[in-house]
């Protein structure tokens, strides 16, 4: 069984880390536009570079809760695949596997030069004057608002060849990313976790699991080798 779980910001949340959309459109009091912006970055990249420290420091004081730690142990079992829209690394070190991040991973930075030249960011600080191996200023490995997500294709295959899709932790509000859970082939059993509302046009397409990710993944993850999918 080949099982592929999209995550979203509620995953993570239960983890501590705050989310934009439950931030009142803030991050810790800054608007999305004056830091996650290519255009923020051109105008100040030291406050944009600041923002993302603040964010890196919280995610690795983070700790991976029951939701990544069930995913994780799916592997024992199936082929689990991963596409999380989340730029933590919480999948990972709960043990997963197979992880493909939309939106970039934050304990990583690429050159401004060369999208595809990716580094580690050392010492969990990025600031201006860290430069590439080309000698090119580095900036957060992350998608901006207003960039390309350019590991769309790569996660829509995936969710191509799925036996069954999980979505955990999102809203499904998310575009394009949403779009996903329209990519599966006839028949396959989607599944959603999240304690929100869903979209009406997706009833009768989706089994609702109406809890938090922490308590609806182990749930429906025992659900799953139940045999009953």
Known sequence: MRIVFFTGAGISAESGLRTFRDADGLWEEHRVEDVATPEAFARDPRTVLRFYDQRREQVLKAEPNAAHRAIAGLEAHARVEVVTQNIDDLHERAGSSRVL??????????????????????????????????????????????????????????????????VVGSSLNVWPAAGLVHATRPGVPVHLVDPGTLDPGLR?????????????????AEWLLSGEA
Request: glycine content about 12%.
């Open 204 to 220: 009768g397409h989706v089994r609702h699991w109406k809890q938090k990710a922490s308590m609806g993944v182990p749930m429906l």
């Open 101 to 166: 991040h939309l939106h970039g991973e934050i304990l990583k930075a690429r050159s401004t030069l060369d999208p595809g030249l990716v580094v580690p960011v050392q010492g969990g600080r990025l600031q201006w004057g860290d430069l590439c191996p080309l000698g090119s200023q580095l900036r957060p490995h992350v998608v901006w608002f207003g960039e390309e997500v350019p590991l769309m294709a790569q996660a829509g295959a995936l969710v191509r060849q799925a036996d069954v899709l999980v």
